[in-house]
């Protein structure tokens, strides 16, 4: 984007307000994209020709990466290249593609690094199912430690009734009145 | 009193951290932003643009098949790009294979002044103002360059400038292989 | 990732203090979770993924950070596969018991923390092993997160109601019945309060009451009045530790429902409004009433006026910006932010269509701030239990063996 030195804009005589100077040219490209007839005088519209296909390319933008950026959605960025793509899925849309078009059409150009959602295939198969299988796993290890500890247990001894020490002392604390005694 | 455990299982922390760090190690010398393209040893997307220079002449892709030549993404606005033109102006001159300009979400006018003042060494520039080609070859960061050969595939993509190492060390070795 | 290594650190410790079981796990989550942030560190700032706080992609500072991270956390895994041999079983507890319970809970957290690890991590392993580049991002974690988390967040109302060495799970099935009936009831309801059925809510809200009604179930189980006291003496008596708990639980309940419901229902719209024009926002409306101009310290400002409304009375006026500084050439957009207990509103001035009328942006997100309420909740309850009696044994009686047994 170039930059221009500020001040180097001039101010149209007869322009009284700044912000109506600032703001010239925006009206007249907005108004392009903006519903206009059929809206009621109050209910303010929405902008955009078709609200329900900009929310749908909005839906699929947001699983998308934004190349330029650090980390945005395609849904969420304002950088050049955000804006041409999102066009070229409103356009797509209205086409009539299918969302698995429609990634496709991006994958083919741009490989799986601009899918949030990391396709399911031969390389993302740990990824996909890495999460389970500790989970599963973990589980299991846990079940199968504790009984090996509770049969390591057994064989020293340690058995599940109180051993009489233990049986004293909690009959003394039982006894005590002070407010600690707790209940389980 | 003390129980030994399995030794091994004690170690396995250890080992999995040892990967990890191999890993991040690896990673340190990797560039997590750049994208390889989908497009390497596939057709290179038809295009048919206006020229740059010529408002009424066509630049078709098609016109280049039986050729080895490179296409450049370039824009005026693009700094980085001002680095590698004088590495492209002095190949062009010496070398065999045309180099076509992809003039990249511009203005005829500020492109034009632009070649003027850092040189042309494109046999021409087409004009792609909306992108749209410019989607189609998966260009994302300006300026990237394609090498493709006779039968139109794309065999090689540079991301970023194009450098006298580069240049030397792959472009013109493949160049050669892909010449035949 | 630390967070999850160290609340399940912290509930690995409730063990280890009661039982002096699992000692060698308590150590090894305790290295876990610092090595964990250690590690955050080094993948944020050596440029490893991409990220706005990365050095230069220098590759020497990462490479510094690394023999760091090998140092701390190789060392502690060397020294503790060293000494973890030696430390004995500690005392028995059966399979279905708390105990075992907060193991389970540590299985899942930490198999949540590894889904983290690996979802992060996996692009770099993909692109170092030349396998592909590809992205990983909130799609993938919030697939994977969700349904490893449910399970702990089940166990957060059984856990507490399970005895210590051998839990009675019909016992406990018994007790739960009414927390349970409560819980199936809010799922069903409560989507429906805010407008619109979704099971995502549903199951949600089902979580959210499942904790907060056993957590009830448990607390009225200790304070309701018997030939030991009434409710007044009862509550006096409850163990801090205890209490920061239950204080804890509940607030990540209230943490879920703020998720769920900011998911469930918030609103989002661009629309175009001239003087006059009305939006709906959820129960409100926001009803734009024009523009003022104006000179701040330093800049120009045009100010929108837009009047929120309830059931046709105005509640409050929103006055969302655009600034003009002098040093540059585009303006600032300050966006107006209302917050409230039940949601936030947020509007945003964009560009102008006409003389009168801009482009607004209009966010509705209710219950947004019951996810930092949720937080600070949870914050409550650690220092609820960092301030327990327990922990100062200097100050307490001749007879350590009476607290060895004590509490929470």
């Not at chain 1, 984007?1 to 307000?17: E, K, N, V, W």
């Not at chain 1, 804006?83 to 409103?90: F, T, Y």
């Amino acid at each position: 984007m170039t930059l221009r030195a500020p001040g180097t804009h001039r101010r149209a005589i007869g322009q009284r307000s700044f912000w109506q100077w600032r703001y010239r040219h925006a009206a007249a490209a907005l108004l392009l994209g903006v519903a206009l007839a059929g809206a009621s005088a109050l209910e303010a519209p929405e902008v955009g020709d078709n609200p329900a296909a900009e929310r749908h390319m909005l839906q699929l933008a947001a699983e998308l990466r934004c190349l330029q950026c650090q980390n945005q959605t395609l849904a969420d960025s304002n950088a050049p290249l955000a804006v041409d793509l999102r066009q070229e899925i409103r356009e797509l849309i209205a086409k009539g593609q299918t969302d698995q078009q429609i990634k496709e059409y991006l994958g083919a150009r741009y490989g799986d690094f601009v899918f949030y959602r990391p396709p399911v295939q031969g390389n993302t198969l740990l990824l996909w199912f890495g999460p389970a299988l500790l989970l599963v796993g973990g589980l299991l290890a846990l079940y199968i430690t504790l009984r090996r500890r509770l049969a390591r247990l057994e064989a020293e001894g340690v058995t599940a009734e109180l051993s009489d020490a233990d049986a004293r002392r909690a009959q003394n604390l039982l006894d005590e009145e002070n407010g600690e005694s707790s209940l389980s | 009193m003390a129980q030994s455990r399995k030794s091994l299982t004690v170690f396995l922390p250890l080992a999995v951290f040892l990967v990890l760090a191999w890993f991040l190690y690896k990673g340190l010398y990797l560039d997590p932003r750049e994208v390889p393209s989908p497009l390497i040893d596939k057709p290179a997307p038809d295009f048919r643009l206006e020229s740059l220079s010529t408002p009424g002449r066509i630049v078709d892709r098609k016109e280049m098949l039986g050729k080895v030549w490179l296409l450049n993404t370039w824009a005026s606005w693009c700094v980085a790009c001002r680095e590698e033109h004088p590495v492209l102006v002095e190949f062009s001159r010496t070398a065999s294979i045309p180099i076509v300009g992809l003039n990249y979400k511009d203005t005829r006018v500020d492109g034009m002044r632009w070649l003027a003042q850092f040189g042309n060494p494109y046999v021409d520039s087409a004009f792609d103002q909306a992108g749209r080609v410019g989607i189609d070859y998966g260009v994302y960061a300006v300026p990237e360059t394609f090498l493709i050969d006779k039968q139109g595939v794309i065999r090689f993509k540079q991301i970023g400038p194009v450098t006298p190492e580069l240049l030397q060390n792959t472009l013109v070795p493949l160049i050669q292989r892909l010449n035949g | 990732m630390p967070w999850l290594a160290g609340t399940a650190l912290m509930h690995s410790l409730a063990v280890t203090e009661k039982r002096s079981g699992f000692k060698v796990w308590t150590v090894l989550l305790a290295i876990f979770a610092f090595s964990l942030s250690l590690l955050g560190t080094f993948l944020v700032r050596s440029g490893v993924l991409t990220s706005v706080h990365a050095f230069a992609s220098d590759p020497r500072r990462g490479v510094f950070i690394l023999l760091f991270l090998g140092v701390v956390i190789g060392g502690s895994l060397a020294l503790f596969a060293w000494r973890a041999p030696k430390v004995g079983l500690g005392e028995r507890f059966e399979v279905i018991s708390r105990e075992s319970m907060l193991l389970a809970n540590n299985v899942l957290f930490l198999g949540a923390a590894a889904s983290v690890l690996l979802g992060t991590l996996y692009p770099l392993l993909l692109d170092a092993l030349g396998m592909g580049k590809i992205s990983v991002g909130p799609p993938y974690f919030d697939t994977v997160f969700v349904p490893l988390m449910a399970p702990a967040l089940f166990l957060m109302g059984i856990g507490p109601l399970a005895r210590w060495r051998k839990a009675n799970l019909p016992e406990i099935a018994a007790r739960l019945k009414w927390a349970a009936g409560v819980s199936v009831l809010c799922a069903i309801a409560v989507p429906f309060l805010e407008g619109r059925w979704s099971f995502l809510v549903a199951l949600g809200v089902l979580v959210a009451a499942w904790i907060v009604s056993s957590s009830l179930t448990n607390l009225w189980s200790r304070v309701r009045p018997t030939e030991g006291g009434n409710i007044g003496t009862k509550l006096a008596a409850l163990p801090r530790g205890y209490l920061g708990m239950l204080a804890a639980h509940i607030g990540v309940a209230v943490f879920i429902v703020g998720i769920t419901l900011v998911k469930g229902y918030e609103v989002e719209k661009d629309v175009r409004m001239d003087t006059g024009d009305t939006v709906e926002l959820g129960p409100y409306t926001a009803r734009f009433s024009g523009t003022s101009e104006g000179t701040g310290p330093n800049y120009l400002y045009l100010r929108g006026q837009f009047d929120i409304l309830r059931d046709g009375k105005v509640v409050r006026t929103m006055h969302p910006e655009k600034r003009q500084f002098v040093s540059k050439s585009e303006p600032m957009t300050n966006a107006a932010i209302a917050t409230g207990f039940t949601g936030d509103l947020y509007i945003s001035m964009g560009e102008p269509v006409s003389k009168t009328a801009w482009v607004v942006r209009v966010y509705y997100k209710p219950f947004i701030d019951w996810i930092w309420g949720g937080c600070l909740i949870m914050a409550c309850g650690g220092v609820l239990a960092l301030s327990d009696r327990r922990y100062r044994l200097e100050r307490r009686s001749a007879n350590p063996s009476a607290l060895a047994g004590a509490t929470a």
